[in-house]
């Protein structure tokens, strides 16, 4: 999974933790589990915004560190430049190439965890992941995250191309017979 | 994205769907984003129940092409082995290192999507996918997904232990001022 920074303000003060455990919902909306000790949670449900900042693996250092600490007892905004967007409560991290301001639409309760689902109203890209003015992730270097060996990984090579590379099993006879 | 499989009994036959849209809830539940126009979702919410399969990256060919076609059509559980479990109604993908079956617990409904949640009811994992017992992402060589360019990405290497390199960062004085 890919590992996010979420940023919420939390008792007026912008805070941020660290959170693999992401989804997509839609096109446009996205999910978060979170376990329901974070502090981060509080100020989620209070603005009822998020957001969802996308670090690159050179952030790995201050991404684990917020994951690390709570924002009980640390400031966590002193590593980053913080900024804010149309939601006006929703802090967002400048130094992750990918960042997206998101209005809670739902929360749905799980026995340990909130799962906050959040609809997209902004999204910031940092002009140097661009190419051709379309997000590149070879570009943002995405930090990615497997839970059973607690590690983090680069994304890998582009290999190929979606709704494509399939269509050379089309007209197989094995698989196509069944609707003639 | 990680690029999924996911199975359903729809019709009384299985069927595979590739979704990437997917998510975590908690520790044992997970989401799946599906355009309400598949197939699929008709077999998830008459069954109650539906697979997650992990494909590896030699398999992107039949992936793709289970996104290309509707189940209504073409008959795609001949490109796979089939097997069942203990819910006996979610088709499982022999040839995808890890598989797990779903118990459906809750629909989120959007505009054009249903948003399945399902508890994880057992998790298969091929034998050459693990070291010291535990699942081993390097050797399962997920098929990873961005939506943006539409194509397939290899998992890159595993460089750096979570909840441990950001303690470096422990104790700067910056970062560490406020709760004191």
Same mark, same amino acid.
Request: net charge neutral.
């Given at each position: 999974m890919p590992t996010t920074l979420v940023g919420a303000t939390v008792e007026g003060k912008p805070n941020f933790v660290t959170i693999a455990h992401v989804g997509? %919902?839609?096109?446009? $909306? !996205? $999910?978060?589990? %979170?376990? #329901?000790?974070?502090?981060?949670? !509080?100020?989620? #449900?209070?603005s009822g915004t998020f957001s969802i900042n996308l670090p690159s693996t050179d952030m790995v250092k201050e991404t684990d560190y917020c994951g690390l600490v709570s924002g009980k007892r640390v400031d966590k905004a002193q590593l980053f430049h913080v900024f804010y967007g149309n939601l006006k409560t929703a802090p967002l991290v400048a130094e992750c190439p990918i960042s997206m301001e998101c209005k809670l639409i739902k929360v749905v309760d799980f026995p340990k965890h909130d799962v906050f689902i959040g609809e997209i109203v902004t999204t910031y890209a940092d002009d140097a992941v661009l190419t051709d003015g379309a997000v590149d992730y070879g570009k943002v270097r995405p930090l990615l995250f497997t839970m059973v060996d607690q590690s983090y990984w680069m994304l890998g090579k582009r290999f190929a191309k979606a709704w494509s590379i399939g269509k050379e099993l089309k007209g197989n006879k094995s698989t196509e017979a069944v609707g003639k």
């Open positions: 997509i %919902m839609d096109l446009g $909306s !996205v $999910s978060l589990g %979170m376990a #329901k000790a974070h502090y981060t949670n !509080v100020g989620i #449900k209070e």
